[in-house]
């Protein structure tokens, strides 16, 4: 999932993910299939494939170091962490993509 609601991030997916080439891999935590396939439908983006959810999803949300749902860690091509709760940043400050980390100090 990418924000606290589903049509803001279908919203913003749809505004620049083509310009920015940018991309959200949605990976479920649902406890079926029948239930991500029927969350996931009026999604606009790619998903991690039901089969790859126990290996590659339980991966990704180590890497993360997710611990609710939904939100959005932004990762580089490297899968370095450039910013591990994004969810916040692309809801409100869209003009600041690709929303580093920033540091307030």
């Excluded at 079926?32 to 494939?49: C, G």
């Excluded at 990704?60 to 990762?75: D, G, N, R």
Aim: with cysteine.
């Amino acid at each position: 999932a990418v924000v606290s609601t589903q049509s803001t991030g279908a919203d913003i997916y749809n505004k620049i993910h083509l310009d920015k080439k940018w991309e959200v891999i949605w990976v479920t935590h649902d406890k079926n299939e029948t239930d991500a396939d029927e969350y996931f439908k009026e999604m606009p983006w790619i998903r991690l494939p039901w089969s790859e959810v126990a290996t590659r999803g339980a991966s990704m949300f180590k890497l993360t170091k997710q611990h609710f749902i939904p939100s959005v860690t932004m990762i580089d091509l490297s899968f370095n962490v450039i910013n591990p709760e994004a969810s916040l940043d692309i809801e409100f400050e869209q003009d600041d993509f690709p929303w580093a980390k920033r540091c307030y100090v």
